[in-house]
């Protein structure tokens, strides 16, 4: 025990969430050392962002990602975290707490951060295992042990919260159902319009909304066992194998009620954060100010300066919340809504829609200012709207232009950042300006987006707003951002990607073990992150020089084959530009009656997937593959994948020329290449573009006069339509442009960046100055590519069945039984 | 299952070349198949291949230190004690295994 008497004074913290911690960060920035602090928490873990759970439960985060303070931070701030334990008891006459399992500590101060619980449904089944809330991570993982591609999943409640679980849901493969109690989705914000868009997009995602339905039970086998169905009061009933309700918060505010606190829905506070009892401050979900509870987190940060303020004496600031804006975390769907959207008498509504795109926006206006504002399936202005709509100046000429958004002319988006006012906001979550963003990076010299989170909390909640800190940080300091400031390959490096592939160039590093050395690796010999990266930035520097390290390719570039979820793998042979022949056809036949191959697929671009393979049985399968022709599709690699095309102008009555066999050159060219993702091609015979080519890496599609060359398309989670390149007239032109740009997006791009992110992060029109401005470049990039071809076209299915000991994986080395 | 008590068998199962350096490979058995791994200091270590998560191929994983990642949904598994790493909860079963000689010794319950 520690015996000599601490002067500090003791801040009790109930509450180990969001707004709890961001009150003691705001302290520890006034005064740090003022308090001996110490936190309860209810939940096991560290603080993590609750925004994030949604991507959490989609899959796109692990917890790692959304966790705000680590261990190590309450470490080094001298808290103590006593998480897992709740406290159930206020003693206000001696100022101290008790915890669930008998801890008590007192206080001098005391905040109460305890947040707010899901609201429940009172309906008749709704303890059956399986009905549950979306709160907390470990509802997150209690969903997740439950979802599996084509369960059945109903989400109650079609507000912010029930689609993004939905969403989630979704994307694990769930058939996802939504039940909302209001004709239109998320009525609080957006309107009829807007929520007829959304959804639509949702049903076309494979999404079934009911709207004006009400819940009348949860059903199941019998009184017991897990939910098997929801019950509407029409008579609906909907299969589910988890139900998720989602149909709004409460605040917690039963211990403040228990120990005589002044109570209403939340806890009772004033202007300054105080609760009926000078002693405790509460803040977050769990107080009630003026009548108003909140639960967007913007107010919220404000709440915690304000609590700050006060429990340290620094400064006699007032909470006064300002109007917030809300957008929904659905990949690939655009939205923001603030205001007074709903407009009505004595309002002016300014209306644009886009129908082939999807985009609709409506802006309100009152006595020539913007009130409200709403914006689907484009809210690249959003933010601009939103400092219009709380500048609350006359509007003037700007009415005229400003629903075709702040600058129609500026498509690049540097020059859009610089024209930005220093009011503007960048980051929504924290509400951090233009202007604090630059005076903080000028100041201290912030040099990275991680300098600038830690500085301003910009870009630290939901991160949507990075790409804005990035481009401010390069408008600031310029070309020296791109050196010093990358984030790291991964934990065993301080290094990022560019500058290892950097080093491994001009320090002509030829292994991983050389890398890792010679770059002062943390760990002994990597991670599964960091090796197969740093493996393929060797195979791109050294054609022909390097041995590939089969150890460190992921399994299905070990096996040549894709894993699946049993263990089991597809096989999938090229099929040059989608053409296949009745040989093949029936090679393919033999194979798959031969080994019991279950399923066969015809895949989405142009193939044929044979699925559930036994490992032991790979290499007989390519053996009496590669004996019809049939060579490695490389539908397992970062690599190049397949060329699709359309029949084009020998069968096509539209067709202007000849894609296929463009599609078959251009797949015999660069088969066999690896890559820092997947690469698709595509080539189109005429504008009609059958082969969807806009949609892929590269994709080519015919006109009367020769081609058009599209770069950067994705049609995945994220859907992105390509830029055009440029035009070119001869079938070799295509060729050496094709080959130009997969050889610098090799030599470019970051692994496991796909050819879309990397040119939103590099710019088209850098691409187009190194591939149609310079021709010379264009042309030592085509035979770079070409040389490396001439190692890398070779089949890896007849390598692997020749060779004996490379054999030897995939086999068990003994079997005893 | 844990196989490090009540030891009956020790059974020769191949050469300690028979595994890449930071490879696996399997070994069928009653128990199902038992993923046998090398460090980069030929230290070898067996684990019930089947990840504690979705019962992943551990084998199949990419080694490295004293870990494996699993292939499916990149659990890190420590290849000394079996356990997840991290924040994920969950336990594969282990087996001694050593070697002598050169040759890999597996010991089954």
Known sequence: MNMTVSPRKKLIVIGNGMAGMRTVEEILLRAPGMFDITVFGAEPQPNYDRIMLSPLLAGEKSFEQIVLNSYEWYDANGIDLIAGEHVDWIDREHKTVRGAKGTQRSYDILLLATGSNPFTLPLPGVNRPGVMTFRSAADVEEMLGIAAPGKKAVVIGGGLLGLEAAHGLNLRGMEVSVVHLMPTLMERQLDASAAHLLEQKLSLRGMNIHTSANTECFLGEDADSSVNAVLLKDGTCIEADLVVMAVGIRPNAGLARAVGLACERGVVVDDYMRTSDPAIYAIGECVEHNKQCYGLVAPIWDMAKVAADHITGMAQTSFTPVTTGTRLKVSGIEMFSAGDFLGGQGAEDVVFRDAARGIYKRLVLRDEKLVGVVCFGDARDAGWYFQLLKDQKKLGTLRETMIFGQAPSLTDPAEAIACLPDGAEICGCNGVTKGTICTAIAEHGLKSVDDVRTRTKASASCGSCTNLVEGLLKLSIGTEFGAATVKSMCKCTIHGHDEVRRHIKDDSLKTIPAVMQALEWRTPNGCASCRPALNFYLLAAWPGDYVDDAQSRFVNERMHANIQKDGTYSVIPRMWGGTTTAGELRAIADVVDKFNIPTVKITGGQRVDMLGVRKEDLRAVWQDLNAAGLVSGHGYGKALRTVKTCVGSEWCRFGTQDSTSMGIALEKATWGSWHPHKVKLAVSGCPRNCAEATIKDFGVVATEAGWDLHIGGNGGIKVRATDLLCKVTTDADVMEYACAFLQLYRMEARYLERTAPWIERVGLKYVQEKIVDNSELRKSLCADFLYAQTFAQTDPWAEESACNTRGKKYDAMAELV | ?109
């Open chain 2, 1 to 109: 299952m844990d196989g490090m008590n009540n030891v009956k068998n020790i059974i020769d199962i191949g050469a300690l070349e028979d595994i890449a350096p930071l490879g696996a490979r399997t070994v069928t058995t009653t128990f199902g198949d038992i993923a046998i791994f090398r460090t980069a200091d030929d230290d070898v270590f067996a684990l019930l291949d089947e990840c504690p998560h979705k019962q992943g191929p551990l084998s199949q994983g990419i080694v490295h230190g004293t870990s494996v990642t699993c292939p499916l949904h990149n659990w890190v598994i420590s290849l000394q004690s079996g356990e997840a790493q991290g924040l994920d909860v969950g336990c594969t079963p282990r087996f001694t295994v050593k070697v002598e000689a050169g040759r890999v010794l597996l010991s089954l319950p």
